[in-house]
């Protein structure tokens, strides 16, 4: 891909620079602090470049902090995470954390790299950088990739590196499970845990609350609470915040609101998390009145105003169309301080691009990047390709994708997939290649269902050697294991 105008600036003024040190008598400079946007954006512009050749000629001075934010950053490209992390690590007086390595492990279990994983716990045990959440880690990934036998396996490998679990560690497991929609499994953690005589504490059953919740099974949900108490764990406001989140999941709003009431009369304080929560919950019904009479009871109860609860206000109005107050009270958080961030604006863009305004919608993401702290994310700009997309406008799509790229910013599979599919609906198919490209590049294997697309769009257009290449690609990409 092409150089942006910044990085063609950044390279000009750099090679002045040299030039002009060259051919003087003065000292050379000390190597520059440069940030994990600018380093990162540099290796996007060298796709097809190695690290050690991006980076050869720029006088960076790596700090373990500054290491961690570009793996950070790089999180949906792991094999460039890879890349990067074994060339920081030559560099002199370097030496990586836990949490760099916890990154660099977040980033490969993305891509399925679990040997390669494996590899990097024994080069943390070597280096005394193990710790419990290094295998939480493990199990996180694994249970995101649908792997829910490795993940209870990862986690029971701890005792052989020395580390006997403990009840933090189940809750660890039990949580990582529950997130990744194995709430069965999880329960039967929480019961094998009982019977290795280890107590569950007040946080394993929220976690629990909260996994039956996400799953919309009241009947469990009510069960574990009945169990709790039972236990002597009398009911906190998290403990209720859980409970009205998944009955506002449920579409049971009138009950979440009794359960509000029922906290109250126990003498439970309300916290903000459980105004906002009501607020979401009724404003995505369209009950928009009520929604706003807990918000004034939240600004009466003497908390100090929060972004996520103008957040659930700015969602309430636009559930029910009125752009307009919402949009008031994005100004009201830039009189309190309090906001806006780009999920602010994530939140007005999804109801924009839902009501078919779309022209609103791009003149708000523009505006975006000359706001402080609105700069927008990686779902900001997953939404905009999408709009975009669906919209047939596909080189407009492309330009956003540009612009993303030249902020430092790599798209995910999801990214990949709104592009590639629509370009090859489109029968831009060499478009379609060099993005497909671009993707395989980056580790990330494609979903079967959009392979099966991007191949039937090769085979239409009578490319069929091509569609050759790219399987034989990616089964190479399925089979061959990273080499650190």
Known sequence: MAFTRSSKTFFFSFNLLQRRTCSSSTPQPQPQLFNAETICRILSANPTSTVDASLANIPVQMSPELAVDVLKKLSNAG?????????????????????????????????????????????????????RETFSLVSRRYARARKVKEAVEAFEKMEQYGMKPQVSDFNRLIDVLCKSKSVEKAHEVFDKMRQRKIVPDLKTYT???EGWGTQGNLLRVDEIRREMESEGFEPDVVTYG????????????????????EMVEKGVRPSPHIYCTLINGLGSDKRLNEALQFFEMSKASGFLPEGPTYNAVVGAYCWSTKMEDAYRVV???????IGPTSRTYDIILHHLIKAQRNQEAYSIFRRMSSEFGCEPSVSTYEIMVRMFCNEGRLEMAMEVWDQMKSKGILPGMHMF?????????ESKVDEACRYFQEMLDMG???????????????????????????????????KT????
């Open 79 to 131: 094999v460039l995470a890879l890349s990067f992390f074994r060339w920081v690590e030559k560099q002199q007086g370097f030496k990586h954390t836990t949490e760099s390595f916890h990154e660099l492990i977040e980033s490969l279990g993305k891509i399925r790299q679990f040997k390669m994983i494996w590899t990097l716990l024994s080069e943390m045990n070597r280096k005394k950088l193990l710790t």
């Open 207 to 209: 976690i629990l609350l």
């Open 242 to 261: 859980i409970v009205m989140n998944a009955y506002c999941k449920a579409k049971k709003y009138d009950s979440a609101v009794g359960f509000y009431h």
């Open 331 to 337: 100004g009201e958080m830039k009189e309190l301080k």
């Open 417 to 425: 997939s709104s592009l590639i599919g629509s370009l090859c609906n």
């Open 444 to 478: 990330i294997r494609p979903p079967a269902q959009l392979f099966s697309s991007f191949k039937q769009a090769l085979i239409y257009e009578g490319m069929e050697n091509t569609a050759i290449h790219f399987a034989l690609k990616l089964d190479k990409l399925r």
């Open 481 to 484: 294991p990273l080499i650190a």
